[in-house]
């Protein structure tokens, strides 16, 4: 089993950058597939970003192609979001997943952490 928790969110201005993390108990983390995922209010949760177990593969959504970038460290169980350019577009909770299957639908996801609250002022 994986617990995972956020952290990393906040208040900023159209433009700036944020960095999120993701921490991960257990072993066996290094085994699993990890998302990043958000749901803004009164919408569906979305794909963000994921990458592989090994972090050799990252797939990206086309709304932050090019402004965030997925990354993760196996020796200390964490997972990363950074996000440059932020847009009001971005504001959403953001939620990490880990998964068996290297997948853009949350459904595949196994373990899920409770979030951080990203908002983006213009």
């Known amino acids: 089993q994986v617990q995972l928790g956020e952290s990393g969110g906040g208040l900023v201005q159209t433009g700036n950058s944020l960095r999120l993390s993701c921490a991960a108990s257990?072993?066996?983390?290094?085994?699993?597939?990890m998302g990043w995922f958000r749901q803004a209010p009164g919408k569906e949760r979305e794909f963000v970003a994921r990458?592989?177990?090994?972090?050799?593969?990252?797939q990206y959504a086309d709304s932050v192609k090019g402004r965030f970038t997925i990354s993760r460290d196996n020796a200390q169980n964490t997972v990363y979001l950074q996000m440059n350019s932020l847009k009001p577009e971005d504001t959403a909770v953001y939620y990490c997943a880990a998964g068996r299957y290297g997948t853009t639908s949350p459904i595949q996801y196994d373990y899920w952490g409770q979030g951080t609250q990203v908002t983006v002022s213009s």
């Open positions: 257990g072993r066996t983390f290094s085994t699993y597939s």
């Open positions: 990458i592989s177990a090994a972090g050799l593969i990252t």
